[in-house]
């Protein structure tokens, strides 16, 4: 049974960095692709930042280009998000997901499995 947990999440001022990390137990990441997602109240669930590929390929949201920084570990179980100069848009619950169903990867449907989430609050 696939299980992701998220930690690392919590509340900082605009301008500081959290790294959040989702550990994967009965997966290993292979295939497909693996990578986070947000979503804050009232907005539909974005795609952040994800491998693709195995890992040939990573793509990022452009809300995030430049300042978040997806990896993964040797183990290929343990996926990291660093987030650098937050900002208050970055606020919203922040969810891993993995997955190898078809087409892109910004589109929550290709994911079979997702962690439960964890809170991203970023003030001014």
């Known amino acids: 049974q696939v299980h992701l947990a998220e930690s690392g999440g919590g509340s900082v001022q605009a301008g500081g960095s959290l790294r959040l990390s989702c550990v994967a137990s009965g997966y290993t990441y292979r295939g497909g692709c693996m990578g986070w997602f947000r979503q804050a109240p009232g907005r539909e669930r974005e795609g952040v930042a994800f491998f693709c590929a195995g890992g040939a390929s990573v793509n990022y949201a452009d809300s995030v280009t430049g300042r978040f920084t997806i990896s993964l570990d040797n183990a290929r179980t343990t996926v990291y998000l660093r987030m650098n100069s937050l900002n208050t848009e970055d606020t919203a619950m922040y969810y891993c997901?993995?997955?190898?169903?078809?087409?892109?990867?910004?589109?929550?449907?290709?994911?079979?499995?997702w962690g439960q989430g964890t809170q991203v609050t970023v003030s001014s």
């Open positions: 997901a993995a997955g190898s169903r078809g087409g892109s990867w910004r589109d929550p449907e290709r994911y079979n499995y």
